[in-house]
């Protein structure tokens, strides 16, 4: 069986399987999930064995994962008799790799946890954050998440289940919709603003420092074709918690041989009139944005779906 949330001994706290990649991931943190100890979410279950009782994680360290990540009981787990978390049997959304735990609410703000920040010449081996007493920060409320990839999985590991998906309410910021409606296709950007942005890409240009993302499809406007690009400066990517893994990632990316997607959230990409490269003093019209976020956005695949 696998879940989504699991009880992390060091924080005493519930994290999801998105929670725990943050961490992971996050270069101002002293956080490895492999010295951690995840229990189970069931207070009562929880309460009824060791604390060697513990649960594994999947692609909680991977960051080109492609199945849906989650938290799993050992051959070793136990379980107390009626917990929820117990049962052996998968569900036919576990067997195809689907998430099903879909958050309602994004929440803007990042999540704060209780760990010491990394020092600037960490030891070889961190030693276990300290168990707080009273965290500060407790989880958020079980339907929401302030992890961009959370919902982002949704959609994707469901994407066949078109009826779910207009279903099921999500909401970031004022606005609130379903994943259907929320999650744009690029080509159509110009039909609702503050959603979430995606398609597949056609090209990552490397500018050593900065990136930009080409989409292959392109908007139509004033009865005309144009290209949609997105930039990541050099200021933000060098500024961001999480560079290492978001630099593995693009250049994964640029390397890959694979369809990727790119999902945004954040920015609009607005109709904008730049030079051209031939001729400097002719320019040309491009739908452009530059992201302002790298928590809201993601590089990935979207498995099962068919090229049109």
Known sequence: MKFDKAYCLSLADKLSIYDVRELNFDETLAFDSTHEH??????????????????????????????????????ATLHREGCPYGQRKNSAAEEENREEHFPSELLLTRRQ????????????????????????????APDKTSVFA??????VSNIGDKDLLKRMPLKIGEQTATYWTFFKKVEYLQDN???IYWGRIKEI????????????KKVWADKKPHSVNIYL??????????????LEEIKYAIDSQRELYCFFYGVTPQLKQVPSKKNPQQTFAVFSADIDNLDHLIIREVPGLERS
């Open 38 to 75: 995840f229990l189970c979410p069931d207070d009562a279950c929880r309460a009824a064995f060791p604390q060697s009782n513990v649960l594994g994680t999947f692609n909680a360290r991977n960051v080109n994962y492609v199945r849906t990540p989650h938290f799993k009981n050992l051959p």
């Open 233 to 246: 400066s050099k200021r933000l990517i060098e500024g961001y918690r999480k560079r290492k893994a978001f």
């Open 205 to 216: 240009k490397d500018y050593t420092s900065s990136f930009r993302i080409d989409f292959e």
């Open 193 to 195: 603003k503050g959603l």
């Open 113 to 140: 946890y209780s760990l010491p920040p990394t020092p600037a010449n960490p030891p070889a081996a961190l030693p276990p954050p300290p168990r707080p007493t009273e965290p500060q920060e407790r989880s958020p």
């Open 150 to 155: 959370h919902p982002v999985e949704c959609f």
